[in-house]
């Protein structure tokens, strides 16, 4: 338990470096931009994240296998790197290419007048395309200190990007795009020093059958880690679609802060699910680990949500100014549901990290509710955020009374041991 709390605060200090860097960005955005501007900007940048949710998994399938074959043969490490890395290059190339050719469509739904905005963008989702490889290597090597300097250079050359291009060149919407873009160049490299030492091994042939047990592993992952993606970012796409471009700035802003409660302790979740994978091959209990880091979650992430219900529109009027205040009630429902899906977020990567798959019905209730309530009630951005609310708290309490069911039936499998 000491070594898990240990690597725990390792990443939680590293990574949430990050988490600040990413909002002082978007501190530095929102206030070099109009409320209508930030809003379309964070609904490109809402709509990139919800196109690329399914690269949330590359990470974590890249560390389960990286840390199969480092106990045998780190030649087999450095075919990984290669075939994987191949492939989300083209993969990269091929969504970019679809993504123009649905520029019409893309600039009509979100109201972009000019393709420049939506092209940067689909750029920034080609790169994330990338990114994830050398990334979940790092963890599945174990390397948690480079693992989580690579994760915050994202960030701080992204940063340092909007100081330039947003705040001193006043490129708007196309600067914004454009410092992400040089956060994702300066992170891949990032990653590649950490690697530096696996790049001059020799490739050793991949198993056979690899492909079809990555993908078989990954359908389930996928499904789980899209959903969560998309319910973090849906709400803003459709609240920009249904309400006026103010209300939707307000939103954006309510949403940037809300987040906070979600990315503080989400960052425990990469410990969380080489701990749980390892105790199962191993055959020990691991719920001291899931209670762990449910707990700090919570503590974290509620943490914060009450803060916002005691402070919202004076954190709103300090962060982001005066024009902005009105988003403060936003800010205390945002907040709340975050939190939510932070805790939530810790249940689904356990079982992921188990192979247990039953808990998604639970996912897809959730969204099914949102989606469905928002399509007959959008009048204004609060009804919205309190139907995200409703639809994650539904994730929520399903996948608590899983996870209890799943543990009253391992309790015939290790009783029998017991004598």
């Known amino acids: 338990m000491k070594r898990f709390l240990k690597q725990n605060f390792v990443i939680l200090i590293l990574l949430n470096s990050g988490n600040l860097f990413n909002y002082l960005f ?53 075919a990984l790197l290669s075939r994987a890395g191949l492939y989300a290059t083209g993969l990269a190339v091929v969504a970019y290419g679809i993504g123009a050719a649905c520029l019409p469509l893309i600039q009509s739904f979100l109201h972009i007048e000019s393709p420049t905005p939506v092209l940067l963008m689909l750029g920034v989702m080609a790169g994330s395309f990338i990114l994830p490889v050398p990334w979940g290597m790092l963890q599945g090597l174990q390397r948690f200190t480079g693992y989580g300097i690579a994760g915050a250079s994202n960030a701080l050359f992204r940063l340092l990007g909007a100081l330039l291009f947003v705040m001193f060149l006043t490129w708007g919407i196309n600067g914004a795009l454009l410092s992400s873009l040089t956060g994702i160049a300066a992170a891949i490299a990032v990653n590649c020093l950490f690697l530096r030492d696996v790049f001059p091994l020799k490739a050793s042939p991949l198993p056979k059958g690899l492909i079809k047990e990555v993908g078989t592993y990954s359908i389930g992952m996928l499904i789980s880690s899209v959903i969560v993606m998309v319910l973090g970012n849906l709400d803003l796409v459709l609240v920009r679609h249904y309400c006026d471009a103010e209300g939707a700035g307000l939103y954006a802003t309510a949403a940037i802060l809300g987040r906070i409660a979600f990315y503080l302790p989400s960052v425990l979740m990469s410990v969380l699910f080489t701990e749980a994978a390892s105790a199962k091959e191993s055959g020990r209990n691991d719920l001291s680990s899931l209670w762990t880091s449910m707990g700090l979650t919570a503590l ?68 099914g509710l949102f989606l469905g309530l928002v399509t007959v009630f959008h009048d204004t951005p609060m009804t919205v955020a309190w139907l995200l609310f409703s639809g994650i708290s539904v994730m929520l309490v399903g996948s608590l009374a899983w996870l209890l069911v799943r543990v009253r039936s391992r309790k015939p499998e290790v009783m029998p041991h017991a004598g």
């Open 26 to 78: 978007q501190l530095v955005v929102g206030r070099s931009m109009s409320p209508a501007d930030f809003g379309g900007f964070n609904a490109l940048n809402s709509t990139m994240v919800i196109f690329a949710a399914p690269l949330a998994i590359v990470p974590l399938v890249m560390a389960r296998f990286t840390a199969r074959f480092v106990l045998t043969d780190m030649g087999l490490v450095r």
């Open 300 to 367: 974290l992430g509620g943490g914060f949500a009450l803060f916002c219900l005691i402070a919202s529109s004076f954190v709103v009027k300090l962060l982001f100014g005066a024009s902005y205040t009105a988003a403060g009630p936003l800010l205390t429902v945002i907040s709340g549901a975050m939190a939510l899906l932070a805790v939530a977020n810790i249940l689904f990567v356990y079982f992921q990290a188990r192979s247990e798959f039953g808990f998604v019905w639970f996912q897809v209730a959730g969204v």
